[in-house]
């Protein structure tokens, strides 16, 4: 009886401080590049949890809202009047995204940044803009997208395997 009654109180305690929405989702991120007269660099990356996407037309898959953008040292945070899509293959994840659009803004530094990458038809522009006096400061008309990587996060089981181990061992003991 006594070792029923433990296992349902470890029982309810996991459940208890068990995360509900605990489960292993993909992230989609990928570099942006610049090609500066043959010289390639990362000027950002950009994140999307494939979770928060949703489909486009199978197989594709569409997400508009990123989980980390960041461009030449900015990272954006989503904000009301932010514009974001990214178009990816749920099938082929490592093939990274189809087509990348955004406009965001730094109000910090009062910098905008709009641009347009189509790995399909294979162009891709960048426009950063002066927020106060609408003036452009540069287009680039070389950046691409460049290294995919997927990551799964470990979903939040470790205190779940903590209290395995402890009821094991209080199993050993008794």
Do not use: H
Not at 26 to 33: E, G, H, R, T
């Amino acid at each position: 009886m006594k070792k029923l009654l433990l296992a349902v109180l470890l029982f309810g305690f996991a459940s208890l401080f068990s995360q509900p929405s605990a489960y292993a989702t993909p992230i989609l991120s990928q570099d942006i590049l610049l090609n500066n007269n043959g010289t390639i660099q990362s000027i950002g990356f950009v994140s999307v949890n494939v979770a928060d996407s949703f489909e486009w037309g199978a197989p594709t898959y569409a997400a508009d809202s990123w989980l980390e953008l960041e461009l030449f040292g900015f990272q954006f945070m989503q904000s009301f009047g932010d514009t974001f899509e990214a178009l990816f293959d749920i099938n082929n994840l490592v093939a990274g995204f189809e087509f990348l659009q955004f406009d965001v803004l730094d109000p910090v530094s009062g910098f905008a940044f709009q641009g347009i990458f189509d790995t399909v038809l294979g162009f891709g522009f960048l426009d950063v803009f002066s927020v106060p006096d609408e003036s452009l400061i540069a287009a680039f008309d070389t950046v691409f997208l460049g290294n995919t990587s997927v990551a799964v996060p470990v979903p939040a089981t470790f205190g779940l395997m903590l209290l395995a181990l402890f009821g094991l061992a209080l199993r050993r003991r008794a």
